[in-house]
Antibody, heavy 122, light 107 residues
Framework: EVQLLESGGGLVQPGGSLRLSCAAS????????MSWVRQAPGKGPEWASA????????YYADSVKGRFTISRDNSKDTLFLQMNSLRAEDTAVYYC???????????????WGPGTLVTVSS | EIALTHSPATLSLSPGERATLSCRAS??????LAWYQQHPGQAPRLLIY???NRAAGIPARFSGSGSGTDFTLTITSLEPEDFAVYFC?????????FGQGTKVEIK
């Protein structure tokens, strides 16, 4: 069974940093693209960042470009999101999402983690 | 970026009634449209993929239709657990996008 478990969320002041992790199990992690999808309170989800299976192709939403960095450790089946210069508008639940292909813009997604809440507030 | 618009924003119905939810895309997405259900505090759950295909384990009371820019999710007879927020999502053009959702609430 595919399992994704996010960690690292919490309360942070504007301008601060957080590092999210997603521990994956139940599938061959290195084979698939992975994404971070976030959902602000009362809003629809949005793709924040995505990475191909080997990291050679990366996407960032314009709203996070230059502040967030996605990475993965295929030897440890873990996806990361380093978030710097956080703003109030980054407040959201962040979901780790598994793709069905090697590249993030192909196929679809077939598994979501339960999410981790990031709150940016003073 | 393709925008998806839900209508209505809120649907107030009673258990046993039929629910019809609409999603309109700002440009054609062919049949690359999915529907998700979300309860408070939970991740979205896939109901329908590629416009009309039920995901594994989804009851037959859920059905999807449409192509191009106009899509419909129908729930034939609402069960208590169906009161939730429903989102459509396109995978025709990257970045894949979601709509803002329709809330189905108990009347």
């Amino acid at each position: 069974e595919v399992q994704l478990l996010e960690s690292g969320g919490g309360l942070v002041q504007p301008g601060g940093s957080l590092r999210l992790s997603c521990a994956a199990s139940g599938f061959t992690f290195s084979t698939y693209a992975m994404s971070w999808v976030r959902q602000a309170p009362g809003k629809g989800p949005e793709w924040a960042s995505a990475m191909s299976r080997n990291g050679d192709s990366i996407y960032y939403a314009d709203s996070v470009k230059g502040r967030f960095t996605i990475s993965r450790d295929n030897s440890k089946d873990t996806l990361f999101l380093q978030m710097n210069s956080l703003r109030a508008e980054d407040t959201a639940v962040y979901y780790c999402v598994k793709g069905t292909r090697t590249n993030y813009n192909a196929g679809t997604v077939d598994a979501w983690g339960p999410g981790t809440l990031v709150t940016v507030s003073s | 970026e393709i925008a998806l618009t839900h209508s209505p924003a809120t649907l107030s119905l009673s258990p046993g009634e039929r629910a019809t939810l609409s999603c309109r895309a700002s440009q054609t997405v062919s049949s690359y449209l999915a529907w998700y259900q979300q309860h408070p505090g939970q991740a979205p759950r896939l109901l329908i993929y590629d416009a009309s295909n039920r995901a594994a384990g989804i009851p037959a009371r859920f059905s999807g239709s449409g192509s191009g820019t106009d899509f419909t999710l129908t729930i034939t007879s609402l069960e208590p657990e169906d009161f939730a927020v429903y989102f459509c999502q396109q995978r025709s053009n990257w970045p894949w996008t979601f709509g803002q959702g329709t809330k189905v609430e108990i009347k």
